[in-house]
């Protein structure tokens, strides 16, 4: 019990920290550039926890058994995906709920200051423009994270053994 409590502060510590960075550089990028270089900040935002939701599912997906054997034959990566898949919830829960999630609140600070911008320079009603974006931000995430889940399930090695190689090229432990 006394590691669980650890893991929750621990994660709670990491998801404040990321999004005071996260938030702190978006801010400052949303105020020095126009509307479309936010726009496309905006979608790399959601395309980046879409690619961390696709991480999360597939480390609780992949088969630990397929990565033995290339650690035996000593490939590379491969001893960084078993301990990746070792540690799937915790993993899975860094990539989905602490990535996920804070990519989720800036995309909607990003969006509503993109509608702000947008309403500023069009005229058009703020409210108007402000539900078409928040529209559009959850669908393009919701729609995304669908999409990506069946992909990560039916490719689960590929991808965790993707983010292995990451792992030992960057000699992350």
Do not use: P, Y
């Amino acid at each position: 019990m006394k590691g669980n409590r650890q893991w929750i502060v621990t994660i709670f510590i990491l998801t404040f920290i990321l999004a005071i960075i996260f938030s702190a550089v978006s801010n400052c990028i949303a105020a020095v550039f126009n509307e479309v270089a936010l726009a496309i900040i905006l979608i790399s935002v959601i395309v980046l926890g879409i690619m961390f939701d696709c991480i999360g599912v597939s480390v609780i997906t992949a088969n630990e058994a397929t990565f033995h054997s290339m650690s035996s034959k000593k490939i590379k990566g491969a001893k960084e995906t078993i301990t990746l898949i070792k540690n799937s919830s915790k993993i899975s829960t860094i990539c989905n709920d602490v990535i996920g999630d804070v990519c989720g609140i800036i995309s909607g600070g990003l969006g509503a200051v993109l509608a702000i911008s947008l309403s500023t320079t069009t005229g058009i009603n703020n409210t108007v423009i402000s539900v078409i974006i928040s529209s559009l931000i959850s669908s393009m995430t919701v729609g995304g994270k669908a999409i990506f889940k069946s992909i990560a399930i039916s490719n689960a090695d590929r991808i965790i053994f993707v983010v292995g190689k990451i792992k030992h090229f960057l000699k992350i432990k």
